[in-house]
């Protein structure tokens, strides 16, 4: 095709795109009743959200599908690549009905889980997980509503009944849920539920597919092995939300295309002040296996309800930020909330002041090229590009890409400039999205290496990402038509 001006204003010039000042760690929204139509969605963009999650522990598929159409929507009329994450259910474990809504229990108290649905009393309590009894063992602590009732197994007919003595009280009311943190569980991380869910999001344009309740590398290689069978090309993100999966920790990164640190379950099985300490190790190990890692759960919780974050709350983000988190989540906050674009408002301001801090903090944790890698050559010139733009003061680094391969590398490197990513593939922009600092342009011209240098020169200068005489560090492959791994590297002066 013939390059014009119109195509590439076309193409770039979105009038979503946050310019200069657009802050490097993403913002994922979930989206629920209070956001989930077309207008309220385009409003969450403008605010700035780069990710939209759907929940399918909630709403049937004509709501995602719906849902879903907004975001396609919204891309094609913005030029905008708002990625899609699906978030599967997974083995969730609670207590059925308790009579009256209401079982209150005090230490010392005695109650009885069973696997038969029964309206719950102190004598027969219904528990979902139906091999409880057989994988339990005696002194294990079992429990519920996220933490409020604590009690120990006192006995087990590795049948189909626990006597569960009670440690600390409370009321125990309907479907709370259950965490099991010293129990070796054999349930697998796909339910029923999650395959038939599964069966849908392979047939939508979904960029990711989220994992819950992952222990082992296993339940990651599983679910990637189904995605790559069904020919979508999904990334998978494992969500690290068990104490076994935190031991495990290594070998589910590398597997994982991505990793999300869904702090709820995960702070009520560890103990609650090895939780900081934890985030921080998940984090610095992502970026060394170049996986865009996600800090989720209460990080604005109070504005569900409130105009304004607390200062806990605005700490806690920040904190995410100078780890180096890739993004940052909003689950109630945006899904059920009073005023979402409040949340992503304020959200948006607290990574932009906690960046201004952010390199000093994060040079330690830069991960290097592995000279054992069978990808060494192209990981150094992707390092390297980085090192160059830090010490010239370059504008950005521009990379063109297929698999999306060197934004992973790049963004895993924590420049300290902008990362502006080019590809012929859509459905790739839109997954690099998530990931720190990449801002994301569609581009599928068939040219030679130095004709595609100035076509992305001129891009970025007519969509005013670049000035004249700023300097941009160009990787690409070549020759270009071969598609080669990153191997390549050129400085540009902007003319």
Same mark, same amino acid.
């Given at each position: ?17 946050? &310019? ?19 207008? !309220?969605?385009?409003?969450? /963009? ?30 094609? $009329? ?5 990625? @899609? ?11 059925? &009905? ?11 108290? +005695? +109650?009885?889980? /069973? ?21 339990? $063992? ?46 070796? @569980? ?55 939300? &068990? ?69 806990? $709350? ?50 330690? &944790? ?84 130095? $004709? ?37 590297? !050129? ?5």
């Amino acid at each position: 095709m013939t390059r014009t001006e119109t195509d590439i204003i076309l193409h770039q010039n979105s009038p979503l795109m946050r &310019k200069d000042g657009k802050q490097n760690t993403k913002i994922v929204a979930t989206v629920g009743p209070a956001c989930n139509t077309y207008e !309220k969605l385009l409003e969450l /963009v403008k605010a700035g959200v780069d990710v939209f999650r759907l929940n399918f522990s909630h709403g049937s598929h004509a709501d995602h599908l719906t849902v879903i159409q907004h975001i396609q929507a919204i891309n094609e $009329e913005f030029n905008t690549h708002v990625s @899609i994450l699906a978030d599967l259910q997974g083995p969730k474990l609670r207590v059925g &009905k308790i009579k009256d809504n209401a079982l209150p229990l005090q230490a010392g108290d +005695i +109650i009885t889980l /069973v696997n038969e649905d029964v309206l719950g009393t102190r004598e027969k309590i219904y528990m979902s997980y139906e091999q409880f009894a057989e994988d339990c $063992e005696v002194g294990e602590r079992i429990l519920m509503d996220d933490g409020k009732l604590v009690f120990e197994v006192a006995e087990t007919n590795k049948r189909d009944t626990v006597k569960l003595r009670c440690l600390h009280g409370g009321i125990l009311s309907s479907n709370k849920g259950v965490n099991l943190p010293d129990t070796n @569980i054999k349930q697998p991380s796909l339910t029923e539920k999650d395959l038939d869910d599964l069966d849908f999001i392979l047939t939508q344009p979904v960029n990711w597919i989220a994992l819950s309740f992952v222990r082992t590398r296993e339940d990651v290689e599983d679910l990637k092995q189904r995605v790559e069978a069904s020919g979508h090309p999904a990334k998978v993100m494992a969500k690290i939300e &068990k104490p076994e999966a935190v031991k495990n920790l290594r070998k589910i990164v590398k597997a994982a295309n991505g990793i999300m640190i869904a702090r709820g379950d995960l702070g009520v099985e560890m103990p609650m002040e090895r939780l900081p300490m934890t985030q921080k190790e998940i984090i610095k190990m992502c970026m060394q296996f170049s996986r865009p890692v996600i800090v989720a759960t209460q990080m604005m919780d109070s504005m569900i309800k409130s105009p304004s974050p607390t200062r806990a $709350e605005i700490t806690d983000v920040a904190n995410a930020v100078l780890d180096g988190a890739d993004a940052v989540m909003l689950s109630a906050e945006t899904s059920v909330g009073d005023h979402p674009p409040l949340v992503v408002q304020a959200m948006t301001r607290i990574i932009e002041e906690a960046e201004k801090h952010y390199w000093p903090q994060i040079a330690t &944790k830069r991960p290097k090229p592995s000279a054992n890698a069978s990808t060494f050559q192209n990981d150094v010139i992707c390092f390297t590009a980085c090192q160059v733009a830090e010490e010239i003061g370059a504008k950005g680094i521009v990379g063109l890409t297929v698999s999306g391969y060197s934004a992973f590398k790049m963004s895993s490197f924590r420049p300290n400039s902008h990362i502006f990513i080019f590809s012929d593939q859509q459905h790739i922009l839109n997954t690099l999205n998530l990931l720190w600092g990449v801002q994301c342009f569609y581009y599928d011209r068939d040219a030679s290496t130095d $004709e595609t240098i100035q076509d992305l020169t001129d891009i970025l200068k007519n969509s005013n990402y670049a000035q004249k005489d700023d300097v941009l560090i160009n990787t690409a492959s070549m020759p270009v038509h071969k598609r080669y791994r990153t191997n390549m590297l !050129k400085v540009t002066v902007v003319e």
